[in-house]
T-cell receptor, first 113, second 108 residues
Framework: DTEVTQTPKHLVMGMTNKKSLKCEQH?????MYWYKQKAKKPPELMFV?????LSINESVPSRFSPECPNSSLLNLHLHALQPEDSALYLC????WGFGNTIYFGEGSWLTVV | KNEVEQSPQNLTAQEGEFITINCSYS?????LHWLQQHPGGGIVSLFM???GKKKHGRLIATINIQEKHSSLHITASHPRDSAVYIC??????????FGSGTQLTVLP
């Protein structure tokens, strides 16, 4: 199983809503990532978890709150988002260490209205 | 800071043509990744290279560490190869540095 599964695939939320994006992998990877991608741009790293602990936060606003409940799951909690936060949110995973293949999910398309 | 440059930005080819996408980077890396992204959004890892050459089906990836340059070749291109191809490097920072991507369109 070389799959990273993300849900939901599409999400529309208002600026006062609270929602969550979910990501799951069963490859035994101990590094998990959240990326944000705007149209026609490369992905931008948001967060990195290693061994269920947050190791990198790329100065992401607090309205995005990551959570890693166990080694297979990664959540991104969303609250009070702005329309400019509308983007494709990609989850990825890899073995921890240098030069490992990174596996991406299909992404969650988020629209903030 | 590593900078990753890809060329061309856009590429249109006829079915059956041989395609080359280039990637250059500015500092030493631990690995270079070639990724494919279809309009639906998901990214697929095609290759991870630290030296030499790899082949998978009609795709070939090469890297020249001394010249800090990599190429992705597609032989006998097909319309289903139409996608964005992204070069990314990984180094001591444990995170990927992405190129800007190459939009490939293969016409039947």
């Amino acid at each position: 199983d070389t799959e990273v599964t993300q849900t939901p695939k599409h999400l529309v939320m208002g600026m006062t809503n609270k929602k969550s994006l979910k990501c799951e992998q069963h490859m035994g990877h101990r590094a998990m990532y959240w990326y944000k991608q705007k149209a026609k741009k490369p992905p931008e790293l948001m967060f990195v978890y290693s061994y269920e602990k947050l190791s990198i936060n790329e100065s992401v606003p607090s309205r995005f709150s990551p959570e890693c409940p166990n080694s297979s799951l990664l959540n991104l909690h969303l609250h009070a988002l702005q329309p400019e936060d509308s983007a494709l949110y990609l989850c990825a995973s890899s073995q921890w260490g240098f030069g490992n293949t990174i596996y991406f999910g299909e992404g969650s398309w988020l629209t903030v209205v | 800071k590593n900078e990753v440059e890809q060329s061309p930005q856009n590429l249109t080819a006829q079915e059956g043509e041989f395609i080359t996408i280039n990637c250059s980077y500015s500092v030493g890396i631990s690995a270079l990744h070639w990724l494919q992204q279809h309009p639906g959004g998901g990214i697929v890892s095609l290759f991870m290279l630290s030296s030499g050459k790899k082949k998978h089906g009609r795709l070939i990836a090469t890297i020249n560490i001394q010249e800090k340059h990599s190429s992705l070749h597609i032989t006998a291109s097909h319309p289903r190869d139409s996608a964005v191809y992204i070069c990314a490097t990984s180094g001591s920072a444990r995170q990927l540095t992405f190129g800007s991507g190459t939009q490939l369109t293969v016409l039947p």
